[in-house]
Structure formats: C-alpha cells, structure tokens
T-cell receptor
C-alpha cells in the first residue's frame, strides 16, 4: 500500500467556521507534511512532523493548527480563515532516511 | 540558499514529438533531484529521481540525468502522448533534510 489518503476532497467554509482536514498513510512513514498549493504555483511547505513531533513550522498563521495524533494520521485544523487561504492542501509522507515523498490527492478548500 | 529554476511554460507539442524541459539548480553539496508530475485535479506523483552525479532516473519513457558540472537535471521523453499533458515540477532535497525545494512548474500540453 503506497497510498496517502486525504479527506474531504472538497471543502467550502465560511470565515467563522471551524473545520479539519485529515490525512492518513499506512506505509510506516514517520515524516509527514502539509503543503499549500495555489493555482499555477508549486506547493509551499507549511508543516513537517517527524516521529509525531512538529519539526518545521514555516511561519504559518495560527488559524492553521496541525496535529499528529499517531504515526498514521495527520490533521490540519482550520479556524477563522480568510478568502486568500483558498487553495489545494496537500499532505505527503516519507520514510525517514529515504528519498521518496508520497503525496495525497489533496483537499480543495474554498473560503467564502 | 537552495533553489530550482525551470523553463517557463506552457510547452505545447504534437503527439509523438520529442520533449525537453530544462531544470537547473543551486545547492551546496550533493542534493537528491526529482521530477514530479501533477495531472489536472490531482496531487503530485514522483516521476523519477537521481541521488548522485551522473545517475539517470527513468520512468514511463521519461529520463533525466544528474549533471553536477552543469547543475542540471533536464527532463526528456522521446515521444509524448496526449496523456502526458500535465504540470511537471523539478525539485531537490538535501541529504538528511526535510524540505523539498520545488521549481515553479512547467505546464505541458500535448495535441493529438
């Protein structure tokens, strides 16, 4: 199983809503990532978890709150987002010490 | 710092044409190099990789050679198909590092 799954596939939320994005992998990878991708742009790194601990936060606003409850699961909690936060949110995982990073299909987020 | 520069797109080709997408990088040491492909509405997929100088990565008819002397990793395919229409990202990661540095992406359109 070389799959990273993400739910939901699409999400529309208002600026006062609270929602969560979910990412799951069962490859035993201990490094997990959140990226944000705007249209016609490359992915921008947001957070990296290594062994369930936050290793990198790329100065992401606090309205985005990551969580890694176990080695297979990664969440991104969203609160009080702005319309400019509308984007494709990609999750990825990698075995520590290996090169290959596996991406999920993404969640298309629209903030109204 | 590390960076990746790709040729600007879009690139439009007829089916069975030869494809080259140029990629050059700036990095210290010996990073690993990657090509990712993103089909419309999907996440990124690893297309091929190379981890040291003169390595050739290949997959699905695509090839790229790690050229240390010219700091390049150009993507080539001898005969493109309509199904190859996608956005292609060149990327690098330093050994032991968590961050992947992406190029801006090159959109490829293949006409029947």
């Amino acid at each position: 199983d070389t799959e990273v799954t993400q739910t939901p596939k699409h999400l529309v939320m208002g600026m006062t809503n609270k929602k969560s994005l979910k990412c799951e992998q069962h490859m035993g990878h201990r490094a997990m990532y959140w990226y944000k991708q705007k249209a016609k742009k490359p992915p921008e790194l947001m957070f990296v978890y290594s062994y369930e601990k936050l290793s990198i936060n790329e100065s992401v606003p606090s309205r985005f709150s990551p969580e890694c409850p176990n080695s297979s699961l990664l969440n991104l909690h969203l609160h009080a987002l702005q319309p400019e936060d509308s984007a494709l949110y990609l999750c990825a995982s990698r075995a520590v010490g290996e090169n290959e990073q596996y991406f999920g299909p993404g969640t298309r987020l629209t903030v109204t | 710092g590390n960076s990746v520069t790709q040729m600007e797109g879009p690139v439009t080709l007829s089916e069975e044409a030869f494809l080259t997408i140029n990629c050059t990088y700036t990095a210290t040491g010996y990073p690993s190099l990657f090509w990712y492909v993103q089909y419309p509405g999907e996440g990124l997929q690893l297309l091929l990789k190379a981890t040291k100088a003169d390595d050739k990565g290949s997959n699905k008819g695509f090839e790229a050679t790690y050229r240390k002397e010219t700091t390049s990793f150009h993507l080539e395919k001898g005969s493109v198909q309509v199904s190859d229409s996608a956005v292609y990202f060149c990327a690098l990661r330093q050994a032991g590092g968590f961050k992947t540095i992406f190029g801006a992406g090159t959109r490829l359109f293949v006409k029947a």
